[in-house]
């Protein structure tokens, strides 16, 4: 029998990007969350944030982990996956903390702070904003770090905020280049790339069609196509929901139902279409995909 292989992913930044408010959801979103994946037998990949802002916001690197440790704990003891979400950040001439896109100024504090990370027990990583150069890509993988999960592989638009570029990188996992991180080729680094999954989904503001990666958390009816639509191309997805978009919201969105009984339609759906094929669904997390891959 044919097996999928599905990656849930979640992105604990700390903060509403639809609003630009700090949010609790260490506390009333990923336990919520871990609730939902112990109903449904499922593992996920939970990607926390430790880095230079979150020192200079909440006390320390490591603040999240101090705060929650036995959140933390207890997601391992369930068998799920913690990586590290680093979010390199800067502040602008007016004193608000920006993304920072200096490659040399990232790969510095990555490097700086990977021995940190690496003492936490942490093997993988996705950087804030999905940002990658070729020297930060050898950053981690000098550091020991033995999955990436970055890549974001679509087109470059002009309204993006976020400095990113994925658009020569397979949809497939694999071992960057030495010389390209976005790229396989050899020599290659000892660090497997496991691409975000993405399809084109329509919200109702666009003016062209658009990749965005695959969240359980948008209304279904956006989501439900794009699934159908890779799972005939892949037998593997990787998917990116950030816990408080499965929360009630003081607004409505365009692609973010908050609504935790969407997230679940969502990822039944995509039992029945493993069903429909005739294929086994399973739940991994983003190390065990990487080895298998």
Known sequence: MTEWKVCLTFDVDLV?????????????AVPVLLDWCDRH??????CLRLDRHIAAT????????????AVIDAARA???EIAWHPHAYTRDRSGAWVQNTDGAAVADELESLAPIARALALQTVRTGWGFHTSDTMRVLASAGFTVDSSAIPRPRYPWELSAKDWTRAPEHPYRPSVADYQLPGEPSLPIVEVPISVEVIAAPRDTQQVKRYLNPAFHAPLLQPALRRWTARHRHVVMVTHPYEVRPA???HDLIAFDLDVFDRNVRYLRELADAAGARLTFTTLSSLAVAA
């Open 78 to 80: 369930r068998g799920h």
């Open 250 to 252: 003081a607004a409505s």
């Open 41 to 46: 037998d499922v593992v996920a990949t939970w």
């Open 58 to 69: 909440i006390g320390s690197e490591t603040a999240v982990f101090e705060r929650y440790g």
């Open 16 to 28: 509403d990007h639809c609003s630009g408010t700090p949010t609790a959801e260490m506390t009333e």
